[in-house]
């Protein structure tokens, strides 16, 4: 079926250093890709998304790249700070249908 | 401009009671889903509605949940009969729909975490 692997599962980071996390989806017609920010006790909130047509997506700190061939996109936070602690989810829309498949999460850790 | 509303934000109840969530979407957005999360997992789908219709069900929903929209705004979600296993966390979703296709972002409210004694 349908999956979406997500790596690490925690991830720690001085502050100010660079954090990345990747994931990789199973179904080749997936054509969107979203990330998610979840804090404590809140739902998830979109950071970034990517549609397969794009290779690459920027907004300030965050970037976003996906690998169609090899069915991989990532996300990348530079300058990280303590408030990008969170969980991160990423998030595959598979063609033909209206829900996402999400990852397992990522906890970023940004010690200070 | 208000995002999604979910109501009640906790929910405590007696395995066997039913219990009933509310969806208030974002004002402008035709299409509605369910998702359920548990600790240390990434949503799951359960259910989306575009207007009051109701075109897709996960087999995660099984015959003790149902989900409605009758007017194409508000939603609710129902679970007869709870279980132990039905502790998780609620989430609703909400996205545009008017031309937009199917990748139109979903935003999420802050669910409402269910726990079953």
């Known amino acids: 079926g349908e999956n979406v692997e997500q790596h690490p599962s925690t991830l720690s980071v001085q502050e100010g250093d660079s954090a990345v996390i990747k994931c990789t989806y199973s179904d080749s017609a997936s054509n969107y890709f979203p990330w998610y920010k979840q804090e404590l006790g809140k739902g998830p909130q979109l950071i970034i998304d990517?549609?397969?047509?794009?290779g690459e997506k920027k907004d300030q700190r965050i970037a976003v790249t996906l690998n169609k061939t090899a069915k991989h996109f990532s996300l990348h936070i530079t300058e990280t700070q303590p408030e990008d602690s969170a969980v991160y989810f990423c998030a595959a829309g598979p063609s033909g249908t209206y829900k996402y498949i999400f990852g397992t999460g990522t906890r970023l850790k940004v010690l200070a | 401009d208000t995002g999604v509303s979910q109501d009640p934000r906790h929910k405590i109840t007696k395995r066997g009671q039913n219990v009933t969530f509310r969806c208030d979407p974002i004002?402008?957005?035709?299409?509605l889903y369910w998702y359920r999360q548990t600790l240390g997992q990434g949503p799951e789908f359960l259910t989306y509605?575009?207007?009051?219709?109701?075109?897709?069900k996960s087999r995660l929903l099984s015959d003790r949940f149902s989900a409605e929209r009758p007017k194409g705004s508000f939603s609710t979600l129902e679970i007869q009969r709870t279980e132990q296993g039905d502790s998780a966390m609620y989430l609703c979703?909400?996205?545009?729909?008017?031309?937009?296709?199917?990748?139109?972002?979903?935003?999420f409210g802050d669910g409402t975490r269910l726990s079953i004694l």
């Open positions: 004002s402008e957005h035709n299409r």
């Open positions: 509605f575009q207007n009051e219709a109701q075109l897709e």
């Open positions: 990517i549609r397969s047509n794009v």
């Open positions: 979703a909400s996205s545009a729909g008017q031309g937009g296709g199917r990748n139109q972002p979903q935003h």
